[in-house]
């Protein structure tokens, strides 16, 4: 942190606390996901090992928002490395990514307490809005002229199809929970899938700048 | 962070630890509210659906919170952009304002469980008093030479008034409370609408000092 | 956050780690507070406003614990502003500091379902434990030269006065329970009082340096 | 945190945020673990003296969860001391540490709550993941050439047997579960004492290199 003599743009400073907020909710967000973990209060000491066993679908559940949350943490950092400056549209835009991060713990505990389609719509909703909002907020920052100046349009370009991947996902799964619930959840697992592939096809040159 | 080899005025370390105290109380206050929202134990599967809309009240507190808290961290930001000292008094007033975003998940709860008079009362004090601290905290450092030096008289002004939009807004609010609770509820939109076309009426010239 | 080009002391970026921690382990216990403040599962609509009432033990425990941890807080500023290197031994009496820290939501917890000796005796304790635990930090980074080497000799007691303040106050608390539970939690706003007369008879040049 | 003019390497920054994200999630898990110490809600005001002794349990299971969150915080920071690049696996291998670290609050509850052999294996089962995990991330670092080119093999070596020392010492105590589980928990103690040891036995001159 430069001191900063002057009141004079201090993009650098406002962005230090985006990223300060923005790591803390993540960091609780990701946590809080322990907390739809316990077992039932009437669990005798002889029934321990059975009832660990039965939380299957809650440790399911707690992995799957782990690995998305993750995720949608990497894209974060992935569109923050180059943003240079911000707006107030900007630090809004973040605040309403952050909310849907925020909804997830409790997404994942009504899709880990009740398998019915209308649990696993909420929870790919919840999933598909971030998803949307990340890739809005990253369009909005190549428009605005908020993102590195020596940015090319391959990566811009890039960025948006790897940042949609995730939310057209969750957003197809939807109409695969009023078939079976199941194989909307299967669905999700070739997120990472197709995630893993786009970045393979539309490799940039193993520079550093890719993550 | 620069080394210091010198005993000597620290005024960025310092504040830097309080920001990073500060975003960590935002991003905490902000994910708790995620955990007024909850379904009822006795909810079946097959009451999924209706009880996870008859959860709207909860919604929209949880909106309204989350948009105020946001709303108060980037006055925050655009505060302590500008002020390049610490003082005693400037540590405790930043605490007093910051115990008044970790009620807000505690007002939130009990504004989202009753729809009554004394609940939105409790709210609406919260947020005064959070925006009142704010104002007063802005003075504090204005007065007490903590901001850049170079700081212009309107900035200064423009501050005072953006900062008493919110506290304002509510403490009318409290009594429109006592006549009809929703009406109290809308009133808080047009805080946010109020605070936009003060921005506009106030606006400095778009240079990058505008946040 | 310098790059740092070989394998060399980085005194500065262990400290910035453990700054990080602390800041975020001081968040997240001062907003646990909160936790403790709930209206009862019976309360009816219409005796909301009693029942808001009947909570101010709660809000005096969460009022005293803020403004206990805040203290708290500003000592470990104030410390390592000046702390410029580290060693295992620091991590760890750091740590145990911070498990104290972690432990004032459950002694405040107690303290406000249950007004009686052995709670009054459990959060003097607590808080005293920290305190002293600040102070012997304190020692142990002045007696390994890990502090300032330009830190004279009147700043180091003025240090340990101050940092003793809080957790005699606790201890001789302690005392007070088994007379009187009101007479004890009063004592400790004479903490507060002793802690500003302290800071004002040992005060050094109104220099930068003090904060 | 330096300006970037061109979209280069960033590895700081990068870096930077997975230290931000893993602060405030070590935080924010340290402190989850005093929700598991509640007194139950029978407990009448005579009552508190005993009810407070009687939860000694889930004090030692919050002080050995403590101290090995601790233990593990200090690995990272030791590890990510001498890191300097990214990569897309050094992020994910984080994230998975990181979820074993969100683990031990519920595995610490489960572990006060029942003292079965069940709970015992899952405790290590979970703390001996969380290090192994730590060391294949190590490993990986070094093979990677993450590290900083100056790291000597002797440095390398000994990041391998350190952070071994806990996770196969977890491992072991699996077995000794099946025995007797107050052994397995006794056996925990060791660890502390072996850590201490390895460290003292391979101990490079006592250069500021050393945590």
Sequence with gaps: MESNEKVSPNHEKVLGRLLSLSD???????????????LPDSTTRA???????ALWPKYLAFLISFVVIGLYWIV???????????SSGLLWLNLLFLMFIVLIPFSTSVLSDFEVTASVVLY????????????GLWIYAVRGKLV?????????????????????????SIGLAFINTNLAAYSWLL?????????????????????
Tied chains: 1, 2, 3, 4.
């Design 24 to 38: 803390g909710i993540f960091a609780f967000a990701i946590t809080l996901l322990i907390l739809n973990i316990t």
């Design 47 to 53: 029934a321990v090992p059975q009832a660990l066993l």
């Design 76 to 86: 974060h950092v992935r569109q923050f490395r180059v943003i240079r400056k911000y």
């Design 124 to 135: 790919a909703t919840n999933m598909a809005c971030a998803g949307f909002t990340a890739t």
């Design 148 to 172: 590195d100046e020596k940015l090319g349009p391959a990566r811009v370009r890039r960025g948006i199809i790897t940042n949609l991947i995730a939310p057209v996902g969750f957003t197809l």
């Design 191 to 211: 997120i990472g899938v197709a995630h893993r592939a786009v970045d393979w096809i539309l490799k940039l040159p193993k520079s550093d700048e890719d993550i």
